[in-house]
């Protein structure tokens, strides 16, 4: 029950936020316990510093998702160096044998609208179809059972369908 993220030292600080802030609000909002460290015993890494995550499939994968959301900002490209080895973390592991993640990339104009207001439109789609529901740049992520993915992703291309 552990996700280990690799965070570029530059966006460490970013990442963790003010006196821990930032971790915090997230460890709060998926019920999650996060922390970084050094594993090994290797001596630390001057370029990249480690980020556990514990808790539940569904709430380790939304503080990841966050915070590579945040790390995205901070290093522009570094998601696409580890895409492989997110996309697919945690595939199958929950009770029903479904939990995945899809992936839809948007133009600028797209990733406003699917955003909202401050965020309110993610939430909303959040919300209702029962799936994690977080943008990386570009890139959204539909994570859960495959009828919450489903549904996510349903919702979401009924809203374009309005622009």
């Known amino acids: 029950d552990m996700t280990m993220l690799q965070i570029p030292q530059e966006a460490v600080g970013f990442v963790t936020g003010r006196a821990g802030n930032f971790l915090r609000t997230i460890e709060e909002e998926w019920s999650t316990?996060?922390?970084?460290?050094?594993?090994?015993?290797?001596?630390?890494?001057?370029?990249?510093?480690?980020?556990?995550?514990?808790?539940?499939?569904?709430?380790?994968?939304?503080?990841?998702?966050?915070?590579?959301?945040?790390?995205?900002t901070k290093v522009p490209g570094y998601y696409e160096k580890i895409r492989d080895q997110?996309?697919?973390?945690?595939?199958?592991?929950?009770?029903?044998?479904?939990?995945?993640?899809?992936?839809?990339t948007f133009q600028d104009d797209e990733l406003s609208y699917a955003l909202g207001k401050q965020g309110g439109t993610r939430k909303k789609l959040e919300r209702s179809s029962g799936a994690v529901v977080q943008y990386v740049g570009h890139n959204a992520?539909?994570?859960?059972?495959?009828?919450q993915r489903r549904r996510a992703k349903s919702y979401m291309k009924w809203l374009f369908e309005q622009l």
């Not at 996060?34 to 890494?45: A, L, N, Q, T």
């Not at 997110?86 to 839809?104: A, Q, Y």
């Not at 992520?141 to 009828?147: A, E, K, L, M, P």
């Open 33 to 72: 316990l996060m922390f970084f460290c050094e594993i090994g015993g290797g001596g630390r890494s001057r370029d990249y510093e480690k980020l556990a995550i514990f808790g539940d499939v569904r709430g380790r994968r939304g503080a990841e998702l966050k915070v590579l959301s945040a790390v995205e």
């Open 86 to 104: 997110v996309d697919n973390r945690d595939r199958g592991k929950d009770e029903s044998g479904t939990w995945g993640t899809d992936t839809m």
């Open 141 to 147: 992520f539909f994570s859960g059972t495959r009828d």
